[in-house]
């Protein structure tokens, strides 16, 4: 090695020393390691010594640890996705059932009774008025479908002036044909608790025999009862058979009457003649 001057400089006898320490032994001694070519730089020496590749350096310790170290963070991912499993199959588990309502309603269409029942024993009845014939109230095992607090038929109703709102047809339906200058206003059923089809319980006239198109009426006292106690998918069980309208009888004719009243009339006793006095004669 030479100087600025260009004179040759010596080394340090310390950094000479450190250099031989740094070096294998067997370079130190002159001496090449098993494997290695003659003649082979430095570099395929140390790669080829089975001290370096035992014995790695500093740098690579470092560097292998390095990489290493990142291990545990991979790692220590996999419990956030264990426990992401574990709560999405906490949300699909199946909700507990809903108890059923201790509630049920018996309707006799025989006797024209309906009746309110809970866990069996009655606790409320009133008098209706089920379907007529032609539109009879279907029977069966039921349950309500529906709850309707102020429900109106979109069937059946009645035909009212527009300006007045005199009735002009009761009993009338959708097909009924309306005159000029009225309308059709439909039937409130208020209280609306439908259990099959169009037929339902609701508040509506009761004259004492079955009249209704296939709904079953009820006093409107009792209709509020019934609403506010029962829910969707409360039993419903409807049987007997619905008596028939007993018709009053017919109008006779006026002189068949009368004559029905004459002969059943008591006949009067005639008045016997005075027998004339002596002296006397009658005028």
Not at 178 to 204: D, L, T
Not at 273 to 280: A, E, L, S, V, Y
Request: hydrophobic share 40%; charged share 15%.
């Amino acid at each position: 090695m030479k100087s600025l001057g260009g004179k040759p400089r010596r080394l340090p006898r310390l950094c000479a020393i450190a250099l031989m320490a740094a070096m294998p032994w067997t370079a130190a001694l002159g001496e090449e390691p098993a494997g290695a070519a003659p003649g082979a730089s430095p570099e395929a020496t140390a790669l080829a010594s089975p001290t370096a590749l035992a014995s790695p350096s500093p740098a690579a310790v470092v560097e292998t640890t390095a990489v290493s170290g990142t291990m545990p963070a991979v790692s220590g991912t996999t419990p956030a996705v264990s426990g992401t499993a574990a709560f999405v199959s906490g949300t699909a588990a199946t909700p507990a059932p809903t108890p059923p309502s201790p509630y049920s309603i018996e309707i006799d269409l025989e006797h024209q009774r309906t009746y309110l029942l809970k866990n069996g024993q009655k606790v409320a009845e009133a008098p209706i008025s089920s379907g007529r014939p032609g539109h009879l109230t279907p029977t069966g095992d039921f349950a309500v479908i529906e709850k309707d607090l102020n429900h109106f038929s979109n069937l059946y109703g009645k035909i009212v002036e527009k300006g007045s709102g005199a009735v002009v047809k009761s009993g009338a339906d959708v097909a009924t044909p309306i005159p000029k200058g009225c309308k059709f206003v439909p039937a409130p059923m208020k209280w609306f608790m439908r259990f099959e089809g169009a037929s339902g319980m609701h508040a509506g006239i009761l004259p004492g025999y079955p009249a209704s198109h296939g709904c079953v009426r009820m006093p409107a006292s009792k209709a509020q009862l019934f609403y506010e106690t029962v829910e969707v998918g409360t039993p419903v069980h409807v049987f007997g058979t619905a008596p028939e309208r007993s018709e009053e009888p017919p109008h006779r004719h006026a002189a068949s009457t009368v004559a029905s009243a004459k002969s059943a009339a008591p006949t009067p006793k005639a008045t016997p003649t005075p027998k004339p006095r002596h002296g006397w004669w009658p005028f």
